[in-house]
């Protein structure tokens, strides 16, 4: 037997293909002959969902759209006359309800759906299962009612998150834990933007993903000594919703977490207001902390916008790194005092005091060698990454443009799977 064709090798994919279209053949039989028996010889009468007594008012067909294909499905359908409404209980029990396709499908193609675009992934299921199972159309069906589901079960859950009251004097729990917060921009269409002005002043082209980024700290890496997030114990939510709104679900989350019950909580961010108002109202127990990679960005935007009047940028921007290091603010006010901009340089005094403003206003949370010295991590980099992972890899890719209610059901299943809790949504089916 030749098994190559032109140096490719084609004879063993060829057999895998077949074997692959042999299971379905015989596994489309098995399904449809296990569902069709279970469901034959309906009673001629059941109880509707409002308790009412429903009479079989006929048996219909379904075609089911499974992993493994299609099947033609029949069972009794019911009429409530008290309720003036027809339901089909077999439907439920399957859960197939107002669907065709079977609740293996449908995760499939909300899963894929959520990770790439709706035509590649249905590409990329029928490359995967040998079958032409689901159209980009059905793939974004699928992906936004899985997704609404998962939206509206994070926002159950959040919703019954109570406190958990004090914790015993002596427990396991982690030693600290972490609330970090940021923003970003997802690209939206013109009519999701109207009325709202981009940072520049003209007609803003995205609207604004708030991400929260839960984990628990235990201990630090015995050789380089930097903290170590415990292993799984990650969490996210997102939302567009305003701060106000955010502020409240990242509560709720700390709440179902039960990190209330952790001796130290710190919450780390950027230099954005609301991220400081929502630590100043709802954890107002933790400790503060500035991103330091943000800090040193500012620091080197003020060197640049000074460079004019320096002899030795590089020296200057070093020199006051170190201040920073140590959490010395007013050391970077009094350079730049020392400068005498409303003299040398008056365009560059309002910039420039913006950013002074930017280090003595956040002095408390820039005390990076006591943070440090106490193995605190400095950087918000965990939800940086969250912001690149659930929103970034899916909604910025070249040409897109979203609406929030396409958006928002796609975050969901990324904001689960990431947090690794698509069991949540999907449990483990029970035969």
Known sequence: MDLVDGGRPVVLEAVERAAQESAAVIGRTVIAGVVNLAAEDPP???????GHRARLAGVRPKTVRTLLGGFRLSRGYYYCDSCRRGFVPADERLGVVGTSLSPGLARACALAGAEMPYAKSGAFISTVTGLDLASASTISRATKTQGGRARDLISTELEAARPGGPA?????????????????????????????????????????????CLFTQTGVDPVSG??????????????????????????????????????QPIVLGDGARWIWNIADTKFPEATQIVDYYHAREHLADLTKLVTPLLDDPTSWEKTLADQLDLGDTSAIATAVDKLNLDQNAPALARPANTEVGYFTGNHHRMQYAEFLANSYYIGSGPVESACNTIVKQRAKRAGMHWTIPGLDPVLALRTLHQSHRDHTLWPTPQT
């Open 168 to 212: 015993a004097a002596f427990t396991h729990l982690p030693d600290k834990c972490y609330v970090v917060m940021d923003g970003t921009g997802a690209p939206m269409l013109p009519r999701e933007c109207e009325g709202r002005q981009g940072k520049t002043g003209e007609r803003a082209g995205t609207r604004e993903v708030k991400i929260g």
């Open 44 to 50: 001629a009468g059941v109880d509707c969902p409002q």
């Open 226 to 263: 930097q903290p170590l997030q415990d292993r799984g114990s990650v969490s996210y939510i997102s939302t567009f919703e305003p701060a106000e709104r955010f502020a409240h679900l990242v509560k709720a989350e700390y709440w179902r977490r039960g990190l209330d019950q952790i001796r």
